[in-house]
Every structure is written in C-alpha cells, then in structure tokens.
C-alpha cells in the first residue's frame, strides 16, 4: 500500500470486531500481511470464531489481558496495566518492522475507557504508525484525541438487540 490510514470503529452497537475482522478478511485475499491483536479477550475461556478463523487464514494473531475484573476479581488493575503497557510497546517494535500491511488493535479504545492505556500511550501507537501501514482500532468510547487522529471513524450504535429480550450470544453469530 502506498498509503495506510488509521481507522477507529467505536459505539455501543454490536458490529466493531466484525467489522475489522470482515476487512481483514477482504485483504488476505489481495495478499495483504495482516496482524491482528486482541485486547481483554480470552480466547481459552470464550471461543472467538474470529480468532480462529484468522489464524486458519494465515493472520499473525496476539492477545494480552486476557483476564478482566469484570470476571475475575482477583485480577488487579495493576496487573491488566503492565499487560498492556508490554503489548503497546510490543505493537510499536512491529510497527516500526514495517512487515504487516495492516495492523488491527480489537478493543484497545477499552484499554484507554477502563484505565489501562492513557489516551496519550495509545496516541503514541498511532504514530509510530509507518505511512504505508493501515492501522484499525476498535472499542467502545473513542475519546476526542483518538478520533481527530484518525482519517475514518465510524460509530456504530445500537439501535435494538437481542439481548434485552434474553437471548445471550449465540456461537457463529456473536462469538
């Protein structure tokens, strides 16, 4: 690519990680590189069709805090935060590799929401983006920053859902 941008898909709607995911999809088969990381997901406990899906399509596939207060409580914040702070770093060295065409941080807007990143930490991802990488963020609560750095936003907001009739996610369908 001549030119990557930094796209940010963000709301309370149902649609952020398949959205990015449908993307990548689209780009494996122009043979694109992609590397997808997952943030406060666990994959162990939950079965992420999408993960799966991707690693099966060749797509370079990393995760960290995988484990959130909101499940476990024995989980310190303190902990979550070193988590992260590793895999920002991380995402900055792969970045400046410049050998993905596409890099996608599901659910990193999370991180900032809940304490874990700073807006300014994730702000220092964006630009360690090289020009010719793509750069997707998702999660809900994009701040102000994070969306006047990014060239396409989209909100996607719930409008109806399932589960306030009480019908939980569904495998295939939501994970």
């Known amino acids: 690519m001549k030119q990557g941008l930094v796209q940010v898909y963000t709301g ?6 398949t959205t990015a995911v449908g993307l990548l999809c689209r780009a ?17 406990r939950w079965a992420y069709g999408e993960i799966n899906t991707l690693k099966k399509l060749g797509v370079t596939v990393l995760g960290c805090a995988h484990k959130h207060p909101h499940f476990y409580k024995n989980i310190t914040k303190e902990e979550i935060r070193k988590n992260c702070l590793g895999m920002a770093e991380k995402i ?15 659910e990193i807007l999370i991180s900032i929401r809940d304490g874990y990143l700073t807006e300014n930490e994730v ?3 964006i630009k360690a983006k090289p020009k010719t990488t793509e750069l997707v963020l998702t999660g809900r609560s994009a701040t ?17 859902h399932p589960y306030h009739k009480g019908i939980m996610a569904r495998r295939g369908i939501e994970f």
């Open 92 to 106: 900055k060295g792969i970045l400046k590799e410049k050998k993905y065409d596409i890099v996608v941080l599901d």
């Open 123 to 125: 702000a220092g991802i």
């Open 144 to 160: 102000k920053k994070i969306i006047g750095m990014a060239d396409l936003v989209s909100e996607i907001r719930e409008v109806k």
């Open 28 to 44: 494996v088969n122009y043979g694109l590189k992609i590397c997808y990381v997952h943030f406060h997901k666990e994959p162990g």
């Open 12 to 17: 309370n709607g149902k649609g952020k990680t």
